[in-house]
């Protein structure tokens, strides 16, 4: 039977998760066991683990490790939802044994997935077409059919390039494979130690299941030689490894009426009779933005960040607080794509100032002017900003973050 990862489920149905990545990655050649070697800077078995994370029907996952790379793991992992690893095995079956075994609390028609740490390119979509498949059968994999032509041969001699191997009909055989829990842990007891198992469908197979074929995509590949890393890197560069959010913020200062001015809009001081009243500087605009960025990262809000009741931030420039905000864009690996923002007064007049105010939000956020939006409307007089109590400001920002 076959099936196509297109769909997901309105509701995403259970399941649980094995991550292998125990092995040593002897093939890559590296210092660094591949799955810990980062692409678009980060750890491969991250990417992996945030892809998964991302599966709204995910019930658990275990990594499988080799406690001799803990530090590396930590490393990788940093921040990340995660249960304490488990210790790998000599062989790939044997860390997937391991792994299989920690969720021993599991009853046998729970849906269990086994993924290899080092195919990063996995989708949720690909993930859940095969959780699906498991509503109806015992096992499945993703596969792809073979594309290229076959045959037996020795990379370093020629001559030794003789049989011929006919691809139709052949697959090569992907992870995620997708399980009910009773069906792998069956075939696993079974299995004949002699064998050199690298594929638990073949378990699953041997053992009389049958394996539901799942098509899958040739970019969920799995990253063996150090050409593999390369292309990687660059496929995850690609566009769409980054995910484009948008935040917004909104923030109002009351003029201080005892206070004179300047106030301070977006860094700039501008002559007004009074000043805003606030805990920093007051700068009601830069405050949105910083809400806006925060917004897009899912990052909560300036006053938990900041909170006014604490004096360190008394009379302080607002620039800091943005800054900051810039710095969590930042740590992420994401940019900033663009800000607008629109404050809302009666006076002062924007207009005369907007250029410089555009150049000073660039120069704190480490973007360019053009990437920056300053505008201002007034509310014809009706409401506290038509009666000049005080100032608004909306900011709008979108990111990109991998
Ligand atoms: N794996 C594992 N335990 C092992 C061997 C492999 O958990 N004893 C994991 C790997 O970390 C990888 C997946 O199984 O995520 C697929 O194995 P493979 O691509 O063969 O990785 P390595 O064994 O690390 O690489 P190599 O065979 O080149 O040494
Ligand atoms: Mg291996």
Not at 165 to 185: C, E, H, N, S, W
Not at 244 to 251: A, E, H, L, N, P
Not at 368 to 392: L, S
Request: with cysteine.
């Amino acid at each position: 039977m076959e099936k196509t990862a297109t769909k997901t489920k309105d509701k995403a149905a259970p399941f649980y998760a094995v991550i292998v990545a125990a092995g040593s990655g002897a093939r890559m050649g590296a210092d660094v066991p591949k799955q810990y070697m980062n692409i678009a800077g980060r750890p491969v078995l991250r990417h992996t683990l945030e892809r998964f994370l991302a599966c709204p029907g995910l019930r658990g996952i275990h990594v499988v490790i080799n406690p001799a790379h803990r530090a590396l793991y930590d490393a990788a992992t940093a921040g990340l939802a995660l249960p304490a690893p488990i210790n790998g095995g000599d062989t790939r079956k044997d860390s997937v044994f391991n792994g299989l075994e920690s969720f021993s609390k599991l009853t046998y028609n729970d849906t269990i997935l086994i993924h290899d740490a080092a195919r990063p390119f996995i989708t949720p979509a690909e993930i859940a077409v095969l959780v699906d498949s498991i509503q109806t059968y015992e096992a499945a994999t993703l596969a792809v059919p073979v594309a290229d032509s076959l045959r037996h041969g020795d990379q370093q001699d020629d001559a030794k390039a003789r049989a011929f191997v006919d691809r139709k009909g052949l697959l090569a055989i992907q992870t995620p494979q997708a399980f009910r829990y009773g069906v792998i842990m069956e075939s696993h007891n079974k299995a004949d130690p002699a064998n050199e198992w690298t594929d638990d469908t073949g378990l699953a197979s041997a053992a009389g299941f049958d394996v539901a074929v799942v098509t899958g995509k040739r970019q969920n590949f799995k990253i063996t030689t150090a050409d593999d890393l390369e292309m990687a890197d660059n496929l995850m560069r690609g566009t769409d490894s980054m995910r484009t959010r948008t935040g917004m913020g909104f923030d109002v200062h009351a003029f201080a009426q005892i206070m004179g001015g300047p106030v301070r809009l977006c860094g700039v001081d501008v002559d007004h009779p009074h000043r805003l009243y606030g805990h920093s500087d007051a700068d009601v605009a830069l405050h949105a933005i910083t809400d806006a960025l925060l917004g897009a990262i899912a990052a909560g809000d300036i006053g938990e960040h900041f909170p006014p009741t604490d004096p360190q931030w008394k009379g302080l420039d607002s620039a800091y607080f943005l800054s900051e905000a810039v710095r969590m864009i930042t740590d992420k690996k994401g940019e900033i794509v663009n800000i607008d923002v629109t404050i809302i007064c009666e006076s002062p007049k924007i207009g005369p100032h907007r250029a410089k105010m555009q150049e000073r939000v660039a120069e704190i956020c480490n973007i360019a002017v053009d990437q920056v939006n300053i505008k201002a409307t007034t509310t014809e007089k009706m409401g506290f900003t038509g009666r000049e109590e005080g100032i608004a400001a909306q900011a709008i920002a979108t990111v990109q973050v991998p």
